[in-house]
C-alpha cells in the first residue's frame, strides 16, 4: 500500500507551497530593508535619502528622517536647496511639499512631523490659492496611496508586494546612492527637466475670452476662516517654532488670470485678512515677494503662471535669510495696497504688449 503521505503530488504541493512562502519573505524582507519609500525607517546600508516622488515618499521621510526644520509648500517649493536654509539659519531642514500646497494638506504633514519631531523652523511657502481651498485633506480624495499614509499596517502588502517598488524604485534608490551624484538637498527638484523663458510661460497660458464679473472681496469669507483658523492652530500649538511665512513671487500672467477669472480682489483680500491674523504672534514672520516687479513681469524666469526658475528660489531664500521683504504691522496695509495697484498696472498697462502672443479660451 502506497502511503498518502507521501505521494509525488503531495510532496510537490508541499514544497511548492515552501518555497513560495519563502520567496514571499524574501521579497517583503527586501522591501523593508531598502524601504525607497521610507515607511518604516530613514536609509540604511550607506543608502541616501534618495527623494523624487513627493506623493509616496514625502510622508514617510517626515516620520523617519532625522531633522529639525521643515521647508513647506506645494510645487513652487520642491526647487529650494535645503542646505540655503539650514546654512541661513543654522538648522537641518527637510521638505514637506504638497501638490496645489492646500492649507489643510500642508497642516496634515505638520502634524505627522510634530508626531516625532521639535521644530526650530517651519519655513512655509503660502500659495495665494491656498486661502480659498477647501480646509479638509484631500490625500484619499485624489488617490494618494493611504496604505502609506496610514498607520494600519495589515494593508502594508500592496508596498511590499509591488511589481513598481521591487523592480523599479529600489533599483533606482540604489543606483543614485551609490552610482549618481544625487544630493539630498535637492529632493523633489523638478527644475532640470524644465525650461524657463518666455515662450513657455506663454505657450501654457490659456486666458479667458470673456472677464468674469468681480467677485465680492469676502466671497471665499467661509473657507479663509477655516484656513486661517488651521493654521493658527499650528502657530498657537508649536510656540517653539518659528513659522517663517512667505508669498513667492508668481508671473504677471498669473495676476492677469485672476483679473479675468473674478477672483482678483478677493485673493489680496484673503491675503489681507491672514497677514493680519499671524502678525501679532511672536513667533511668526512673514515675507511678501509677490510685488517683485523686475521678476513677475520678466517672463524669462517662468515656465508657466505661476512656476519660476531655481534663481527666484535661492532669491527668496536669500532675502529671507537678510531679513528682507518683511512685512510688519506697520507695513503691510501699504504693501498690499501697493500689490493692488500692481495689479491693475499688470492688467491695463503691462500685459498688453503679449496679447498678440497668449492663446484665447473661446469654448
Known amino acids: 500500500m502506497i502511503n498518502a503521505n507521501c505521494s509525488p503530488t503531495r510532496q510537490f504541493i508541499k514544497r511548492f507551497f515552501q ?29 541616501k535619502e534618495v527623494l523624487t516622488d513627493k506623493e509616496y515618499q514625502c510622508i514617510g521621510s517626515l516620520r523617519t528622517f532625522d531633522y529639525d526644520s521643515l521647508i513647506v509648500g506645494s510645487s513652487v517649493a520642491e526647487n529650494y536647496y535645503n542646505a540655503w536654509f539650514g546654512n541661513g539659519f543654522g538648522c537641518t531642514p527637510i521638505k514637506a511639499i504638497r501638490s496645489y500646497g492646500a492649507t489643510a494638506d500642508l497642516c496634515y504633514l505638520l502634524d505627522a512631523a510634530y508626531e516625532e519631531h521639535d521644530l526650530k ?42 511589481k513598481g517598488v521591487l523592480f523599479e524604485k529600489i533599483p533606482y534608490m540604489v543606483a543614485n546612492s551609490f552610482i549618481g551624484d544625487y544630493d539630498a538637498n535637492n529632493s523633489y527638484n523638478w527644475a532640470q527637466w524644465k525650461e524657463f523663458n518666455q515662450d513657455m510661460a506663454l505657450g501654457l497660458y490659456i486666458r479667458t475670452a470673456k472677464i468674469a464679473p468681480m467677485k465680492e472681496k469676502d466671497y471665499y469669507q467661509d473657507v479663509l476662516d477655516a ?29 492677469d ?56 528660489n535661492q532669491y527668496m531664500a536669500e532675502q529671507i535669510i537678510a531679513g528682507n521683504h518683511r512685512l510688519t504691522e506697520d507695513n503691510y496695509r501699504q504693501t498690499l495696497s501697493g500689490m493692488r495697484d500692481f495689479a491693475y498696472e499688470i492688467v491695463h498697462e503691462l500685459i498688453l504688449p503679449y496679447e498678440d502672443m497668449i492663446k484665447v479660451d473661446y469654448t
Open 19 to 47: 518555497r513560495s512562502l519563502l520567496l514571499m519573505l524574501l521579497i517583503a524582507a527586501i522591501v523593508i530593508l531598502i524601504d525607497p519609500f521610507f515607511h518604516y525607517h530613514k536609509p540604511w546600508f550607506g543608502l
Open 227 to 255: 484656513n486661517i483658523q488651521l493654521m493658527k492652530k499650528q502657530i498657537e500649538g508649536h510656540p517653539e517654532t518659528k513659522f517663517k511665512i512667505f508669498f513667492p513671487a508668481y508671473s504677471m500672467l498669473f495676476w
Open 121 to 162: 523652523y517651519v519655513f512655509y511657502s503660502m500659495d495665494t490659492s491656498s486661502l480659498a481651498a477647501e480646509p479638509v485633506p484631500t490625500y484619499e480624495l485624489t488617490g494618494c496611496p493611504m496604505y502609506l499614509y496610514n498607520k494600519n499596517y495589515l494593508d502594508d502588502v500592496e508596498y511590499l508586494y509591488n
Open 257 to 312: 488670470n485672476l483679473y479675468r477669472t473674478g477672483d482678483l480682489e478677493a485673493y489680496l483680500y484673503n491675503m489681507e485678512q491672514a497677514i493680519a491674523a499671524f502678525l501679532p504672534y511672536n513667533n511668526v514672520e512673514i515675507f511678501y515677494f509677490q510685488d517683485e516687479r523686475d521678476i513677475v513681469t520678466n517672463l524669462e524666469n517662468y515656465m508657466d503662471t505661476l512656476h519660476f526658475s531655481p534663481e527666484i
